[in-house]
């Protein structure tokens, strides 16, 4: 099963788009703009990895971003990203860590 | 400022906190002993960076969490603080940090931030509060780092160098009375007293070492600058129920909180 097949029969998952590290688009889901979100994604999967590596955190692995009506998760699939939009923003923690914890 | 940060700093497994303003400049910082002046430079010019490219995707973003093998960073946009601007509130964290209890304390801290300095208290007097600070960005009252220290709480741990720990919340604008219990705002009234504490131990299972905190904002914010009354207490005890996460959780609190009244 593809990472997006996997993420694509969550229910809250409304758009995914799957891209690396240097911001290329590998798939989307339902999203208009995928290869816009893949670049924007990769610029803050980056520059989160650096401060991971400053501040002694380790190797990136996953991100959530929560807005009033709406959330965004990325997970690090190896070299790849994998990130989705999520509604209701309320299921975000959740399924951020079932993301996660997916590969 | 810095006393906000105080409070974070003191959560457990959090090692840095900093409040960043729309340039990305840090105008209060506090952290454990990896996190020098030069670090937390190199860490905001990366954070905004990454708030900017955030903001091209999701204009209104409110938390951004970032999980690391071995550690956790949380952003919160915090919006407009007095005399600063927009800012934004980060925090650093090992694998322990507690991240219900981190996300609740971000949100005291938020609220206080936006109240601005009368309410956030002045921990640095050696410059304006909220000013964003100049070259160098460090506010001196964290750039000099204090020897090795155990705080008397055992939070934490002797590795800890930072400056002295701000005023205690009691060095905020005079509240009107400081119970034996800490909790601001109480009145010598026992009745009033006893509610408060009994709010608090209550409160603790389910918020941690925030439930004090939050029951002191709860009771600034109903009195302000004035004595607690009981007959807030209903008032009191459906704010402070919100501030619980779970449904069960808060239900119970309700439960037993109705119960004793």
């Not at chain 2, 700093?9 to 400049?25: I, K, M, P, S, T």
């Not at chain 2, 439930?211 to 009981?230: C, T």
Request: a neutral charge.
């Amino acid at each position: 099963m593809s990472e997006l097949d996997e993420v694509t029969r969550i229910p809250e998952v409304k758009t995914a788009t799957v891209c690396d590290f240097s911001g290329a688009f590998h798939g989307g889901y339902k999203d208009p703009d995928g290869e816009s979100v893949a670049a924007v994604m990769a610029v803050v999967a980056v520059t989160l990895q650096q401060i991971g590596e400053q501040s002694g955190l380790g190797d990136l692995r996953s991100i959530s971003i929560a807005t009033p009506q709406r959330g965004r998760v990325l997970v690090r699939r190896g070299q790849r990203l994998l990130t989705a939009t999520i509604e209701p923003v309320s299921a975000l923690p959740n399924l951020a860590q079932t993301l996660e914890g997916g590969h | 400022m810095e006393a906000i940060l105080q409070g974070l700093l003191e959560l457990g497994g959090v090692n840095a906190a900093l409040v960043l303003d729309a340039d990305g400049r840090v105008l209060a910082q506090l952290g454990k002993a990896i996190y020098d002046a030069a670090l937390f430079e190199q860490v905001a010019g990366l954070l905004a960076r990454t708030f900017d490219s955030v903001q091209l995707q999701h204009e209104d973003w409110e938390l951004i969490t970032a999980q690391f093998a071995d550690g956790r960073l949380l952003a919160r946009n915090v919006g407009v603080v007095p005399e600063a601007g927009p800012c934004v509130l980060v925090l650093i964290g090992d694998t322990t940090i507690n991240a219900p209890f981190a996300t609740v304390a971000i949100r005291v801290a938020v609220t206080r931030l936006r109240r601005g300095p009368d309410a956030a208290g002045r921990a640095a007097p050696s410059r304006p509060p909220y000013a964003p600070a100049t070259s160098p960005r460090v506010p001196p009252s964290v750039s000099g780092f204090a020897p090795p220290k155990t705080s008397s709480s055992g939070i934490l741990p002797p590795t800890l160098t930072r400056a002295p720990p701000p005023p205690p919340p009691s060095a905020r604008p005079p509240p009107p009375f400081t119970a034996p219990s800490g909790l601001v705002g109480a009145t010598p009234d026992p009745a009033s007293t006893a509610f408060l504490t009994r709010c608090c131990k209550e409160l603790a299972p389910h918020l941690g070492p925030m439930a004090k905190v939050i029951v002191d904002e709860a009771v600034r914010a109903l009195s302000p600058g004035q004595p607690f009354s009981m007959t807030l207490s209903s008032t009191l005890v459906d704010h402070v129920a919100n501030q619980i996460e779970s449904p069960k959780g808060r239900a119970a609190f309700l439960a037993s909180l109705r119960s004793t009244r």
